[in-house]
C-alpha cells in the first residue's frame, strides 16, 4: 500500500516557522539574567541582593578591578553596577575592560557622590547610568527592568529577523 505524501503550502510553512521563532523566543526569556555587582563596600552587595530578592537574576559580587576582569571574561552579563572607587582602581577601568567584549553589559555606576558631573563622564565614556548610595529600591528596580527589557526586545528582534 503507497502512502500518500502531502506538500505543505507556502501558509503552513510560515506557520511552523512562527511556531519555532515562538519556541526560541520563549528560551531566550529563560535565559538567566545576570548582574556584576562591584564594591569593596559590604553593604552595597547586601543592599542590591535585597532590592533584588524575588527578581530571580543571579548577582554575582566581587570587591576589586582585577576580580571583576576574571569574572567578566567568564561567562557573559547583562548588567555590571561598579562603585565609583575600588581599591585597585576604578569604574573607567573596568569600562574600558567591557568595551572590548562582544557583548558589553550595561554598565551603572553607583557612588555616595553622584552628581551632574559624574552623570556626564559616565554616559560620555558609554556607561548607561549613574546610582546614587545608598541604593534607592524604586530606582535599582527601574533601571535594571529597563535594561531587561532592552535586552528581551533585543534577543526577540534577532529571532525575529533570523526566521525571516
Same mark, same amino acid.
Given at each position: 500500500?503507497? +502512502?500518500?505524501?502531502?506538500?505543505? *503550502?507556502?501558509?503552513? &510553512?510560515? *506557520?511552523?516557522?512562527? @511556531?519555532?521563532?515562538? #519556541?526560541? /523566543?520563549?528560551? %531566550?526569556?529563560?535565559?538567566?539574567? $545576570?548582574?556584576?555587582?562591584?564594591?569593596?563596600?559590604?553593604?552595597?552587595?547586601?543592599?542590591?541582593?535585597?532590592?533584588?530578592?524575588?527578581? *530571580?537574576?543571579? %548577582?554575582?559580587? +566581587?570587591? /576589586? !578591578? #582585577? &576580580?571583576?576582569?576574571?569574572?567578566?571574561?567568564?561567562?557573559?552579563?547583562? @548588567?555590571? %553596577? !561598579?562603585?565609583?572607587?575600588?581599591?585597585?582602581?576604578?569604574?573607567?577601568?573596568?569600562?574600558?575592560?567591557?568595551? /572590548?567584549? =562582544? =557583548?558589553?553589559?550595561?554598565?551603572?555606576? $553607583?557612588?555616595?557622590? &553622584?552628581?551632574?558631573?559624574?552623570?556626564?563622564?559616565?554616559?560620555?565614556?558609554?556607561?548607561?547610568?549613574?546610582?546614587?548610595?545608598?541604593? $534607592?529600591?524604586?530606582?535599582?528596580?527601574?533601571?535594571?527592568?529597563? %535594561?531587561?527589557?532592552?535586552?528581551?526586545?533585543?534577543?526577540?528582534? *534577532?529571532?525575529? &529577523? =533570523? /526566521? @525571516?
Amino acid at each position: 500500500m503507497a +502512502v500518500a505524501r502531502h506538500n505543505v *503550502g507556502p501558509s503552513v &510553512a510560515r *506557520g511552523r516557522d512562527k @511556531v519555532r521563532a515562538s #519556541k526560541r /523566543t520563549n528560551q %531566550i526569556e529563560l535565559l538567566p539574567f $545576570s548582574i556584576l555587582s562591584i564594591s569593596n563596600v559590604s553593604e552595597d552587595h547586601r543592599s542590591l541582593r535585597e532590592i533584588l530578592r524575588h527578581s *530571580g537574576w543571579r %548577582i554575582a559580587e +566581587v570587591r /576589586t !578591578c #582585577k &576580580a571583576a576582569l576574571s569574572r567578566l571574561s567568564q561567562r557573559p552579563l547583562q @548588567v555590571v %553596577i !561598579c562603585e565609583s572607587n575600588l581599591p585597585d582602581g576604578n569604574w573607567r577601568d573596568v569600562l574600558l575592560r567591557i568595551q /572590548t567584549l =562582544a =557583548a558589553p553589559p550595561a554598565f551603572i555606576v $553607583s557612588s555616595r557622590l &553622584a552628581d551632574d558631573h559624574l552623570w556626564a563622564e559616565v554616559l560620555n565614556l558609554g556607561g548607561y547610568d549613574v546610582l546614587a548610595r545608598p541604593l $534607592s529600591e524604586s530606582e535599582v528596580k527601574y533601571m535594571v527592568s529597563t %535594561i531587561r527589557m532592552r535586552e528581551q526586545r533585543q534577543a526577540t528582534q *534577532g529571532v525575529c &529577523a =533570523a /526566521t @525571516v
